[in-house]
């Protein structure tokens, strides 16, 4: 583009001044309009748009105050967006830079993970090779101050202090730390750098021959990451897997396609999409996929969306795997990015897509959509399939005729209800208080030096049999002044001991491959793919 073009379309004047123009053409100019009984009248018939035009221009001859263009056109464009329908959105900067980096596959910051058990940041680990380490950061280490601003004991907000320890790559940025051992806090001068983020949650080995992978969405690198992860859980014996989406809210479409392409056959259709100004379009397998012969369950739940229900839709209207959970989303639109020149911009419905059997699983636009999920727990959903709302007239066929219906998200092949065993008025209130993790934290900082050393789960266990971690626990929480009622340990104890084990996994250097393996043991969900590979065809 042309910079004088470019400066000319990036003047807020001159586009002020095409408005008024529109507005004076569309109107057959507004000079015209008569004044009669202290009315204005204007011809509003030459254009769609022609009365926002004129008011646009009333409001710029005749308000009666000083007006805040910019906050006025802040606020008009998400009204404008939210009237077309719920996922047509408008992002200021500095949300549109958020977007971005949960799926652009990378971020320039300092390379670390961290909690925030008890009003201060703890360091759960640093990204091996990444600036932290240089700098020489360690798991354990308190964030007490960036930038001479203390962050901890004051309420700081765990995104705020992500957004401040991220920044433009080879800028830097001082952290304070206090350190078990050492009396004086400790200065880190850390340079950022780009920092992968990884959409892959866990890939591991449920049973000698069923294999477990956790994708947490759609970002740019999720196809390579989820290829190199399962072939490493082939050669680990997996002819079998658990593909796990739920809580997944979906991302780029293209990985959505290239995840199904890997277990479909050449020419089955993926999806296939259309809007009123985008022509159909077709997207098939190639054939090329390297786990077509991988028995393959793929797990949802109210949470799964967009690009999730994309890979759902494929693989149970191609008949190629069972879909397990309870029933997804129901996200059908397409979205276009489009950017302004003030680093904002709007994510446009574009177009709707389809499963290949031809169903669009959008759910209905409401004033209650956004408690659709609330709704479902309410009249029972999450606990019986027979509570889920179906539309008949929504009856589609997948490739072997099962029924499969459009109009609210993937009803599963296999139901499995939200889990409520183990659940007592104790486990919600440590819940509330995330007693686990400060709990955790705790532990983690007496046994420092060996979670550093242990790269096994048998040296956890060693580990925790050394310990009575139920009875520290409760005297924890009863310091912390929750305390169960009889035979509330009973029912949530199990439970509660394991996430713990999983919390306090995640400070040794395995990470993500200690904590899965505990939680896992307490999913119904992944309890019933065993029961499923068990069961004889």
């Given at each position: ?85 719920p996922h047509s959105v408008y992002l200021p900067p500095r949300d549109l830079e958020d977007a971005e980096v949960s799926l652009a596959g990378n971020f320039s910051g300092i390379g670390i993970e961290f909690n925030v058990p ?420």
């Amino acid at each position: 583009m042309p910079e004088k073009l470019k400066e000319l379309l990036d003047n807020k004047w001159f586009w002020g001044f095409l408005l008024l123009m529109c507005a004076a053409l569309v109107a057959g100019r507004v000079s015209r309009c008569s004044r009669e009984r202290g009315r204005v009248y204007a011809d509003l018939s030459r254009s769609h748009w022609a009365k926002l035009l004129l008011v646009m221009d009333q409001v710029e001859k005749n308000y009666v105050d000083t007006i805040s263009y910019s906050d006025v056109v802040e606020k008009a464009i998400p009204s404008l967006l939210q009237s077309l329908d719920p996922h047509s959105v408008y992002l200021p900067p500095r949300d549109l830079e958020d977007a971005e980096v949960s799926l652009a596959g990378n971020f320039s910051g300092i390379g670390i993970e961290f909690n925030v058990p008890n009003d201060t940041a703890v360091v759960i680990s640093v990204i091996p090779g990444g600036p932290s380490e240089r700098a020489g950061l360690m798991s354990g280490d308190r964030i007490i101050r960036v930038d001479k601003k203390n962050v901890a004991g004051v309420k700081f907000p765990q995104d705020s202090l992500m957004k401040i320890l991220r920044g433009p790559k080879d800028s830097k940025v001082n952290v304070g730390i206090k350190r078990a051992g050492e009396k004086d806090l400790l200065s880190f001068d850390i340079t950022r750098g780009m920092i992968p983020v990884h959409s892959v949650d866990a890939a591991l080995m449920l049973t000698p021959s069923l294999g477990y992978i956790k994708i947490s969405s759609f970002s740019v690198t999720t196809w390579r990451e989820f290829v190199m992860s399962a072939l490493k859980l082939k050669e680990a014996g997996m002819t079998s897997l658990l593909l796990d989406l739920r809580n997944n809210p979906g991302g780029y479409l293209d990985q959505a396609y290239k995840l199904a392409n890997e277990f479909l056959n050449k020419g089955d259709m993926v999806v296939w999409m259309q809007g009123r100004m985008r022509p159909k379009t077709e997207f098939r397998a190639t054939g090329g996929g390297l786990f077509r012969d991988l028995k393959l369950y793929v797990a949802i739940d109210e949470n799964s969306a967009s690009s999730s229900e994309i890979v759902a839709g494929a693989i149970q209207d191609n008949d190629r795997g069972v879909i397990v959970g309870r029933r997804s989303f129901g996200k059908g639109l397409v979205q276009e990015p489009v950017y302004f020149s003030d680093s904002s911009g709007i994510r446009l419905t574009v177009a709707r897509y389809y499963t290949p059997s031809g169903r669009c699983i959008q759910k209905p636009y409401s004033a209650d959509y956004n408690y659709d999920i609330l709704e479902r727990y309410q009249r029972g959903e999450m606990q019986n399939a027979d509570s889920i709302k179906v539309n008949d007239s929504l009856k589609f066929s997948t490739v072997h005729g099962h029924t499969v219906y459009g109009g609210g998200g993937i009803i599963p092949d296999v139901f499995v209800p939200i889990d409520t065993v183990g659940v007592t008025d104790f486990l919600i209130k440590v819940n509330r208080r995330s007693l686990q993790m400060k709990f955790s934290s705790i532990f983690a900082d007496r046994h420092r030096a060996q979670l550093q050393q242990i790269s096994t789960l048998e040296g956890l266990e060693e580990l925790y049999a050394s310990e009575d971690i139920g009875r520290q626990f409760l005297l924890y929480a009863a310091s912390e002044g929750v305390r169960p009622a009889e035979g509330e340990w009973e029912q949530s104890g199990n439970l509660l001991i394991l996430q713990i084990k999983g919390l306090v996994g995640r400070y040794s250097s395995m990470k993500d491959d200690a904590f899965y393996p505990y939680v896992l043991r307490t999913d119904n969900l992944a309890d019933k793919v065993k029961e499923l590979e068990n069961t004889k065809n």
